[in-house]
């Protein structure tokens, strides 16, 4: 009853329940990037495109239109004209006489003046849309969002996670960032990753970041408090999601586990176990942190159990097991209960990296 108390207090108004325009600059879907130069060279193609289009149609339509000068109308005079009447300048030299004429420059030439304009002013009215289109773009994602995995925290910790999580074939598009810091969430929204500003530890800010139908959330904050309560609000909202929380005292190991973690991480007492293990056998740290990376090198992965190695033995496959997965309980390989590979079992083992 206390940490729902707790919990409230942190707790304004809800986010997401609100409509999406509300959203923006909380929530920001990385978009392609394409170069300045580009961008203009498009609308420049573009507008050549109408402007021509409009001169051609003019052209053969050039007994409707009247010169000043009373001569028949060449193309340049249509491409003249084109121009005048495009960019809205509208001299008056050349004008439309006959009904056909004008009946064109109605239903045709006016709807090419109007996106000629939009063309040539295109930045200006990107910038004015922004808001419709990320507000768009985020209500089109919320409703499509999925067994995605979330990350609270993108210090170096929540960077690593993310960086092992991408190297183990996890698409960026399917990562979304929780931080309050925007500087950070520029860096994540850089590499491509969906971004949420906000306090993790207050609901509305998890449930916009698709925590109740996350697959994965990975606790990476810098306080284990932060992380004791990020964990039972996203608990709350996910029942079935496998957390995964990092913290910087053990003797905090329980509360995470009461929170509803599955896996907790003690990133002070594995640094401290390196460094101690480096002192007399650095090849060993060597090797770990090759085991840990997993775009190069070695790497420990899960796989499920090929059906011509049910019956045998974990130590008799064509990879180096570990451990063997039964049940969602993981054993060790001279465990005497997964002495045989059963149908069902994941075999964790040691693969070698894309790099090799």
Request: charged fraction near 25%.
């Amino acid at each position: 009853m206390k940490s729902r108390g707790f919990r409230r207090r942190f707790r304004g108004g809800d986010l997401s329940e609100g409509p999406d325009y509300a959203l923006v600059g909380v929530v920001r879907i990385p978009e392609l990037q394409q170069s300045p130069g580009r961008a203009i060279g498009k609308r420049v193609v573009f507008a050549v495109i109408a402007l021509f289009f409009t001169a051609i149609l003019v052209y053969l339509d050039r007994d409707g239109y009247r010169d000043v000068q009373e001569n028949s109308l060449s193309f340049l005079d249509a491409l003249y004209y084109s121009a005048v009447t495009l960019s809205t300048t509208g001299y008056g030299d050349i004008t439309p006489l006959t009904p056909s004429a004008r009946l064109l420059n109605l239903l045709i030439i006016t709807p090419l003046r109007v996106l000629f304009l939009i063309v040539l002013i295109g930045t200006t009215l990107e910038v004015l849309t922004e808001r419709s289109r990320q507000a768009l773009k985020i209500q089109r994602w919320r409703n499509n969002v999925r067994n995605h995995s979330v990350v609270i925290g993108y210090g170096t910790k929540g960077r690593t996670a993310v960086d092992a999580m991408i190297g183990d074939g996890i698409k960026p598009a399917d990562i979304v960032v929780v931080d309050a810091d925007s500087t950070v969430l520029e860096a994540a929204e850089s590499d491509g990753l969906v971004t949420v500003r906000g306090d993790a530890t207050k609901s509305d800010i998890l449930r916009l970041a698709g925590v109740a139908h996350a697959a994965s959330i990975v606790v990476a904050t810098n306080r284990d408090d932060t992380a004791v309560l990020a964990t039972l609000t996203a608990r709350e909202l996910n029942p079935r999601a496998k957390i995964v929380a990092s913290i910087r005292e053990s003797e905090n190991t329980h509360l995470m586990r009461q929170s509803g973690a599955n896996s907790v991480v003690v990133s002070s007492e594995t640094a401290g176990r390196l460094l101690g293990i480096a002192t007399m056998t650095p090849s060993v740290v060597e090797v770990i942190e090759d085991l840990l990376t997993p775009d190069a090198g070695y790497a420990i992965a899960e796989r499920e159990v090929d059906p011509t190695e049910t019956g045998g033995s974990p130590a008799h496959t064509r990879d180096i097991v570990l451990g063997v997965v039964r049940g969602g309980v993981l054993h060790r390989v001279d465990d005497s209960e997964v002495e045989q590979i059963e149908a069902g079992d994941r075999l964790l083992y040691v693969r070698k990296g894309p790099a090799d």
